[in-house]
């Protein structure tokens, strides 16, 4: 069911604006006491068709993380501007050292091909994501960008799916 469901999100949202979509997004992200109260926040950079958080990465208030793929698993390194390379499915990944203690991060954006209003979220089926959250301390927020149309009633969610704090859409807001 899953597998169904992604596919037909991925096939929808190439044909949404991207741009326009990701631009209210972001206002709908930046409007949030969450965010505003967030000094240390891990994003994901935006690989094609996907909301872009390109606007929160590149926010000087804040302290950013990004992910690098690590075999299976996902390190977390620092953004620095200018020490970026290509990694694994040719996304762009720092190049920092990595953190070893997630004690001081605030919150996550977390990238998903469909959501439902639960909170849960369907990736792109490699589970980097799904290890990666069920080890970060249940303090940190966890967001999910999302076009609104691709919000889904039930995306019947695994066991070890890990459920989302807040989902933000080009359109509104979801507290679950």
């Known amino acids: 069911m899953k597998n169904e469901l992604r596919k037909a999100a991925l096939i929808k949202r190439k044909t949404l ?22 000094k240390n926040i891990i994003c994901y950079y935006p690989i094609k068709y996907e909301i872009s958080d390109m606007d929160c990465i590149n926010d000087k208030t804040k302290n950013i993380y990004l992910p690098r793929v690590n075999g299976k698993e996902l390190e977390i390194c620092p953004y620095q501007k200018g020490k970026m390379k290509e990694g694994c499915f040719k996304i762009q990944e720092p190049s920092t050292e990595k953190i070893t203690s997630f004690e001081n991060i605030d919150m996550i954006i977390i990238p998903a091909v469909a959501a439902d209003k639960k909170g849960f979220r369907i990736g792109y089926g490699k589970g980097y994501y799904d290890r990666f ?15 609104d149309e691709l919000l889904s009633n039930n995306i019947f969610p695994d066991i070890f799916d890990i459920k989302a704090d807040i989902i933000v859409t080009d359109r509104t807001v979801y507290k679950i």
């Open 17 to 38: 604006d991207c741009t326009s979509c990701s631009k209210k997004a972001m206002q709908n992200l930046f409007s949030l006491q969450e965010y505003k109260n967030s």
């Open 133 to 147: 959250l069920l080890g970060l301390p249940k303090k940190i927020i966890k967001i999910i960008l999302l076009y």
